[in-house]
């Protein structure tokens, strides 16, 4: 039998935290946890707001996950991995993590805390963070929050131009150094699960939210004694479904000219977001934008999209230089991030990831969102055989058939 003092060792209780979001946060290891937990914490109209996509299948995210799934990767073995750095460059400036955080409306939603918790990890973790028009926090608290955070403005054109040239100044007056013009909502996508979950803001009282909110006491408590949450950058359209508000508002007739137009009254790097085609990468950039973010919407908007990543090849060859290419949809893993960079990319957004960390924790489940992905990049870069970015090379990688 073993003696008491050889099992000492083996039988020490783990430690004890205290703060319930702490110990839940701990034991999440890999997105799908976050996941999980926001599920539980958040109703489920918040949660299938962030988890839901266009379309009664959801396809194009479906897709675009399915496609990351059949990535295959191509390591090299005896190469020394012992100092992996994950820096790079995305628009002209460093960032610690090869993938940036991307815009997303009604954030504060998800949590109270919202965009002023995204926007202070960002700027700790030294990474971009793209405010949205959309968003629940106006630009001006979102850049005194993270003040030295590298601050980027998502920028829907409306009807009438003159309030977007506002947010356009604003932006720059706050220290934003990129803006990134959506192409793809010309109209609101078909997006299923909030029209059956009735969501507006502000959250409209039914049978049923008071039911599910009924679940979620600590939810209702903050929303109710926190600031009332609307689009803070939506003056005189706050109020409403997020269908209704992309088309009462924003601008079915963009064309070329509006980009070059924004491009010059816009002095720093410009984004053109949202595009889908080898041939609109290539207009976009001949109309003055500085990079083309290849992206259905996180397959919110036209279902049966094509997958963003499976662009990325051409339209860097295409480009051959000129614009940088940056991808998002369907990034839930570290090791997506590599597989898109090692395809090409200049770097990655990631939307879906930090919010269900957001949902979990506010800013601490943020961060560990972005600890999560920062370190899979990591040890997927060292199993892979490579220790810098610019390394990566697209021989890493290749996609397997499908079924």
Same mark, same amino acid.
């Given at each position: 039998?073993?003696?008491?003092?050889?099992?000492?060792?083996?039988?020490?209780?783990?430690?004890?935290?205290?703060?319930?979001?702490?110990?839940?946060?701990?034991?999440?290891?890999?997105?799908?946890?976050? %996941?999980?937990?926001?599920?539980?914490?958040?109703?489920?109209?918040?949660?299938?707001?962030?988890?839901?996509?266009?379309?009664?299948?959801?396809?194009?995210?479906?897709?675009?996950?399915?496609?990351?799934?059949?990535?295959?990767?191509?390591?090299?073995?005896?190469?020394?991995?012992?100092?992996?750095?994950?820096?790079?460059?995305?628009?002209?400036?460093?960032?610690?993590?090869?993938?940036?955080?991307?815009?997303?409306?009604?954030?504060?939603?998800?949590?109270?805390?919202?965009?002023?918790?995204?926007?202070?990890v960002a700027q700790r973790?030294?990474?971009?963070?793209?405010?949205?028009?959309?968003?629940?926090?106006?630009?001006?608290?979102?850049?005194?929050?993270?003040?030295?955070?590298?601050?980027?403005?998502?920028?829907?054109?409306?009807?009438?131009?003159?309030?977007?040239?506002?947010?356009?100044?604003?932006?720059?007056?706050?220290?934003?150094?990129?803006?990134?013009?959506?192409?793809?909502?010309?109209?609101?996508?078909?997006?299923?699960?909030?029209?059956?979950?009735?969501?507006?803001?502000?959250?409209?009282?039914?049978?049923?939210?008071?039911?599910?909110?009924?679940?979620?006491?600590r939810w209702w408590f903050?929303?109710?004694?926190?600031?009332?949450?609307?689009?803070?950058?939506?003056?005189?359209?706050?109020?409403?479904?997020?269908?209704?508000?992309?088309?009462?508002?924003?601008?079915?007739?963009?064309?070329?000219?509006?980009?070059?137009?924004?491009?010059?009254?816009?002095?720093?790097?410009?984004?053109?977001?949202?595009?889908?085609?080898?041939?609109?990468?290539?207009?976009?950039?001949?109309?003055?934008?500085?990079?083309?973010?290849?992206?259905?919407?996180?397959?919110?908007?036209?279902?049966?999209?094509?997958?963003?990543?499976?662009?990325?090849?051409?339209?860097?060859?295409?480009?051959?230089?000129?614009?940088?290419?940056?991808?998002?949809?369907?990034?839930?893993?570290?090791?997506?991030?590599?597989?898109?960079?090692?395809?090409?990319?200049?770097?990655?957004?990631?939307?879906?990831?930090?919010?269900?960390?957001?949902?979990?924790?506010?800013?601490?489940?943020?961060? %560990?969102?972005?600890?999560?992905?920062?370190?899979?990049?990591?040890?997927?870069?060292?199993?892979?055989?490579?220790?810098?970015?610019?390394?990566?090379?697209?021989?890493?990688?290749?996609?397997?058939?499908? %079924?």
């Amino acid at each position: 039998m073993p003696r008491p003092s050889e099992l000492r060792e083996l039988l020490r209780p783990a430690p004890f935290t205290l703060d319930a979001t702490e110990r839940r946060l701990n034991r999440a290891a890999s997105i799908g946890d976050l %996941r999980t937990l926001a599920r539980r914490r958040a109703p489920r109209a918040v949660f299938d707001y962030t988890d839901g996509a266009a379309g009664v299948g959801e396809l194009a995210l479906r897709r675009a996950r399915e496609t990351f799934a059949r990535l295959e990767f191509h390591p090299t073995v005896l190469t020394d991995v012992s100092g992996v750095n994950t820096e790079t460059t995305i628009l002209g400036k460093p960032s610690a993590q090869p993938f940036a955080l991307a815009p997303t409306g009604f954030t504060r939603m998800m949590h109270t805390e919202g965009e002023r918790a995204v926007v202070k990890v960002a700027q700790r973790e030294r990474i971009p963070y793209a405010l949205s028009t959309m968003g629940t926090t106006t630009i001006e608290d979102f850049a005194a929050a993270g003040p030295d955070a590298r601050k980027w403005f998502q920028l829907y054109l409306w009807r009438d131009r003159a309030p977007a040239k506002d947010l356009v100044e604003r932006a720059a007056a706050a220290g934003f150094d990129t803006l990134m013009l959506t192409l793809d909502t010309k109209v609101a996508g078909a997006r299923l699960r909030d029209v059956r979950n009735g969501l507006a803001i502000p959250p409209q009282l039914t049978l049923r939210t008071f039911l599910d909110g009924a679940t979620h006491p600590r939810w209702w408590f903050d929303f109710i004694t926190t600031e009332p949450l609307t689009f803070a950058n939506l003056a005189g359209a706050s109020d409403g479904t997020p269908g209704v508000l992309i088309d009462r508002v924003f601008d079915p007739a963009i064309t070329l000219a509006d980009l070059e137009w924004l491009r010059g009254h816009w002095p720093h790097k410009l984004v053109a977001k949202g595009v889908q085609s080898v041939a609109d990468a290539k207009a976009v950039v001949a109309a003055g934008a500085d990079a083309v973010l290849l992206s259905n919407h996180g397959g919110r908007q036209l279902d049966r999209a094509p997958v963003p990543l499976e662009l990325v090849p051409a339209v860097r060859e295409e480009l051959d230089g000129q614009a940088e290419v940056l991808v998002d949809t369907g990034i839930t893993t570290g090791a997506d991030v590599v597989a898109a960079m090692a395809l090409g990319a200049h770097g990655t957004l990631v939307g879906r990831a930090y919010l269900y960390g957001l949902m979990a924790g506010g800013e601490r489940g943020v961060a %560990r969102a972005v600890r999560i992905l920062a370190d899979e990049v990591a040890r997927t870069m060292a199993l892979l055989g490579v220790t810098e970015i610019g390394q990566l090379r697209p021989d890493h990688v290749s996609l397997r058939p499908g %079924r």
